[in-house]
């Protein structure tokens, strides 16, 4: 090795740290993560558990020493030092920093607690001297060794080791292997710093380690770079720098190259080895497709859905001409064959278990097999291998982050068959994301907080064999429910009438920082010209930071496209519209007066006439709010001023909405947990008026006190009314729908709101 100059020694320590560390994981891999049975005739004692114990054991015990030892005497070092006020200190230490070429000079302290000048720390290195005498030059050699070590990282070379300290404290080699990096980091320190010094230097410079070795040997400190060492090290130092021949790099450059590809190449094997096996195991872990070599079965068939109404009509205890003829026909020959060939049939099931997809064995109840078979029959048009992970006796149940929003209701049964109505919703990530779900009967598309759902409401039949369960039927549950109310048989599913929210065509978006705009459903995306801290600046902290464009401060149609945003300090209320899809954007103040807005809310009836409410002076859960408007497609705005104020002196709760339906009518809510507080103006906000919306014999109608603005659905418009708790577009809603534009309202249902 003493071919090779002290810092190409240190790039083989490290390499071959390495190795030892490649080594270790072989051995491990195959003797203790492996099951290992020695035969000592009393019965087999397993290897594996004990050594992986006593390995983790000593890895902790070994890292808890050292952690403590190096905090033990951080902690005593720092508290007893002080900054050097000595001028020709700092002088010393700037001009060896200098001469080093170290550009970060770490802090220079005296200390009472060491006993030797080192540099302490890893992310804010401190240099640290005893409290005893030095000369000018004496100090010039130990700063220039320590600036040295400073900018040669060496104390992260140090801690690279005491991590191997941890994971190899059983290898006697690796202490060698420590020793011989932890001598190399201070000759080649040396080495750095009487390279092209004078003779003269160099003397002085031995003459100093000398005088440093008469003084005895010095106690290693914990992770950092000291100037005194042990006397061995101390000596392989006056050898280095007495040492004046000259040494070619090359050998030992090319040495530390060859074994570094040796390296890498040895580390891809390994990360390869690694990613194959990690392959292998996540194969291994992959159900098969229980689907493949089965069939579908019945399935929106009018035969499917009229058996579903004839079992739910046996169970009314009502019968068709023909199911009773083939009633009679059963109390004729069905005994015999249920007491043969059918009980041998359940029989065989039993001990077989359940087997392909369209089985279930060991359902808790005839509902929960309903489900769990229709789930299956969704995965199989969706992701087969997603439904394959259900396990045929339900034991793991089903993978929920991917269905939500159940209902399941007996509607029939009978000893053999039973018939369920079943509705469900399953996450879509795009709106080409699984086709073929899409297109199956009974299947909705709807949002819920801006997420793509399809809706699933079928009649499900099932057959009952032990406790097997099987699929023997699909319909879809609207057909099925009118079948049975044509033929006066009562089935009530129980479920809330399901309102869709159709997400509309054209929309907004931000996405890593960039607002943007689409006019076709998506397909294509134009960015906004709107900078990302203008269009969240907002004056009301309370209401949170926002991350994008607002909900409700934009317009996104052919005719007209225009974003609100500011009101604060810094940013006054603005709006940026577009009236060629994108093609050219304008911009227009609309006011410098409120910079505390919490809300925008804004809307285009048509192209010209737009109206913005914002929301300021937030206190407590109480604000204001003020209505401008514009008649030149939003070159101009002006304040309207208003005739009637909404609530006390034009304080209120919160809003939570606003919406213009033509340039004269408009509506405002406002949150509220005594009534519902809708309000609407049929003169373009001059004049508010509290909307009066009737009765209703819903459960609980009288905790159905919050409002939201409505919405226009073909020719009459929908106000849905929630529970304070519940969210505008989630949850169970009272349902309002008007003809005349919210002049005059009328109940129609409880819903359920997706």
């Not at 003797?31 to 049975?37: R, V």
């Not at 609530?647 to 033509?662: I, K, Q």
Request: proline share 3%.
């Amino acid at each position: 090795m003493k071919m090779l100059q002290a810092k190409h020694r240190k790039v083989l320590w490290v390499l071959l740290l390495l190795w030892m560390l490649y080594l270790h994981k072989w051995f491990f891999d195959r003797f203790i993560y492996m099951d290992i049975s020695i035969d000592v005739r009393m019965g087999f004692y397993m290897v594996k558990p004990l050594l992986l114990v006593i390995w983790v054991l000593g890895v902790l015990v070994m890292g808890i020493r050292q952690l403590a030892s190096y905090q033990h005497f951080r902690k005593k070092a720092l508290e007893r030092m002080y900054p050097v006020q000595a001028s020709w200190m700092q002088s010393a230490c700037q001009q060896a920093a200098e001469e080093a070429g170290c550009t970060d000079v770490p802090p220079l302290y005296q200390s009472s607690a060491v006993s030797t000048p080192l540099v302490l720390g890893f992310a804010a290195p401190v240099m640290l001297v005893p409290e005893q005498e030095y000369t000018w030059a004496e100090l010039h050699m130990v700063f220039l060794h320590e600036c040295t070590h400073v900018r040669k990282k060496d104390l992260w070379y140090k801690l690279l080791f005491a991590a191997g300290t941890c994971l190899l404290w059983f290898q006697p080699l690796f202490y060698l292997l420590k020793a011989a990096a932890f001598r190399d980091v201070e000759v080649a320190c040396d080495q750095s710093v009487i390279e092209g010094k004078a003779e003269a230097d160099r003397r002085a410079y031995a003459d100093f380690l000398l005088e440093s070795l008469r003084k005895g040997k010095r106690k290693e400190l914990p992770y950092s770079a000291y100037f005194y060492n042990s006397k061995a090290v101390m000596k392989a130092r006056l050898a280095v720098i007495e040492d004046t021949r000259e040494r070619s790099g090359i050998p030992g450059a090319a040495v530390c190259l060859i074994l570094s590809a040796v390296t890498v190449v040895m580390a891809a094997d390994y990360v390869n080895e690694w990613r194959q096996r990690a392959q292998a195991e996540y194969e291994a872990s992959q159900p098969q497709n229980i689907y493949e070599g089965y069939g579908l079965p019945d399935n929106f068939t009018e035969e499917s859905g009229q058996q579903m109404i004839e079992i739910i009509a046996q169970s009314q205890g009502a019968q068709t001409m023909d199911s009773a003829d083939e009633g009679d026909s059963g109390e004729a020959n069905g005994e015999d064959i249920r007491s043969s060939s059918q009980d041998a049939g359940e029989e065989e099931a039993r001990d077989a278990g359940a087997s392909g997809p369209w089985q279930v064995e060991n359902a808790q109840s005839t509902e929960q097999a309903a489900f769990a078979l229709a789930y299956r029959f969704v995965m199989y048009f969706g992701d087969q291998e997603l439904g394959s992970r259900m396990n045929s006796d339900l034991a793991d149940g089903i993978d929920w982050a991917w269905i939500d929003g159940r209902d399941i209701a007996l509607l029939g049964e009978n000893e053999k068959e039973a018939v369920c109505a079943v509705r469900f919703r399953y996450l879509t990530m795009d709106k080409d994301d699984v086709p073929e779900v899409r297109a199956l009967p009974g299947v909705q598309r709807g949002y819920d907080d801006g997420t793509e759902y399809l809706y699933v409401e079928w009649a499900v039949r099932i057959s009952k064999t032990g406790n097997i369960s099987e699929l023997t039927g699909i319909a879809e549950l609207e057909k099925v429910l009118a079948g049975c109310e044509a033929a006066g048989i009562p089935a009530d599913t129980g479920f809330q009438e399901l309102d869709l929210w159709n997400q509309p065509v054209c929309r907004a978006r931000t996405r890593d920082g960039v607002t943007e705009a689409t006019w076709d459903d998506g397909e294509t995306w134009k960015e906004v010209p709107i900078e990302l801290e203008a269009l969240t600046a907002r004056g009301d902290q309370l209401d949170g930071a926002l991350t994008g464009v607002q909900e409700k401060s934009y317009v996104v149609s052919e005719e007209m496209t225009a974003f609100a945003y500011g009101g604060s300090p810094e940013v006054p209320v603005t709006v940026t519209w577009s009236k060629d899809q994108g093609e050219t954007w304008m911009t227009s103040v609309v006011t410098y007066e409120y910079p505390d807005v919490r809300r925008l809310f804004l809307s285009f009836p048509d192209a010209e006439h737009g109206f913005l409410v914002l929301t300021a002076g937030r206190a407590m859960r109480q604000e204001g709010d003020i209505l401008y408007r514009t008649e030149n497609g939003g070159v101009t705005w002006t304040k309207v001023e208003r005739e009637t104020a909404l609530g006390a002196g034009g304080s209120h709760s919160l809003l939570t909405g606003s919406e213009f339906m033509t340039p004269e009518v408009g509506f405002i809510s406002i949150q509220s947990s005594q009534r519902p507080l809708l309000y609407r103006t049929e003169d373009g906000g001059v004049n508010w008026k509290l909307c009066a919306l009737p009765g209703s014999d819903a459960e609980n109608a009288e905790y159905y006190t919050m409002a939201y603005v409505p919405e226009q659905k073909e020719d009459r418009l929908c106000v849905y009314l929630s529970m304070e708790e519940y969210s505008e577009m989630g949850g169970v809603k009272l349902r309002y729908e008007s003809q005349d534009l919210g002049a005059t309202w009328n109940y129609t249902g409880e819903v359920l709101r997706k």
